[in-house]
């Protein structure tokens, strides 16, 4: 009969060791394939924030654009309207000079007819003249262009117009031009 050899442990067989050998290589293998799959599942998650937050910019720059494409269709007639506020002013002026005299009455019905097609076409296209007389001085609304003692009205408040302001939608179109009161006791 063979006799079995028992392996001692200084002397291990030679096809233990290569055994030990192959473990080890697998386990440096194994330990090696986690690390990358670490590693490629962290660059995928990187890759998926940055597509993340490019669809967002991408999201709001198509919103931004949006508004943009809206605002300048809405205010494309605002150099248009600024010239045509000024007309209105003239034909106000001429009726103001047109109803001293009382043989222009015909002239002045034509005058104001007119004026009212053009204000009509101003309002249609979002202008739109704002009162002004008794309202609190806004510099944002408002050029002042006197300031006067006016018991009637407190401090800082508009008492009179020289020309009317306007807004095109909710912006401003012309700031009006206006006297201010001013509170007397400051004029020590």
């Known amino acids: 009969m063979p006799v079995e050899r028992k392996p001692t442990s200084k002397n291990p067989c030679p096809g233990d060791q290569v055994e030990t050998q192959v473990e080890a290589s697998q386990n440096i293998e194994e330990e090696d394939c986690r690390q990358l799959l670490s590693k490629r599942e962290e660059e995928l ?9 490019l669809a ?5 720059t198509r919103k931004r654009i949006e ?3 809206s605002e300048g269709i809405a205010y494309a007639n605002e150099s248009i309207m600024r010239q045509l506020v000024d007309v209105v002013d003239n034909l106000e002026r001429a009726i103001e000079h047109g109803e001293r005299d009382e ?3 015909g ?4 005058v104001r007819m007119t004026l009212k097609s053009f204000t009509d076409v101003l309002a249609r296209f979002g202008a739109a003249p704002f009162e002004s007389v008794g309202c ?5 609304r408002h050029e002042a262009v006197i300031q006067e003692q006016n018991p009637d009205y407190p401090d800082m408040t508009v008492t009179r117009e020289f020309q009317k302001g ?6 401003l179109l012309r700031p009006a031009r206006v006297g201010v009161s001013r509170n007397a006791k400051d004029d020590t």
Request: glycine residues 6%; hydrophobic residues 25%; charged residues 45%.
């Open 166 to 171: 306007y807004t095109l939608r909710d912006r």
């Open 103 to 105: 043989n222009c009455e």
């Open 136 to 140: 609190g001085f806004d510099p944002n």
């Open 45 to 53: 998650k990187e890759a998926q924030d940055r597509i993340l937050r």
């Open 56 to 60: 967002a910019e991408l999201d709001n």
């Open 67 to 69: 508004r943009e494409k």
């Open 107 to 110: 002239l002045l019905d034509g």
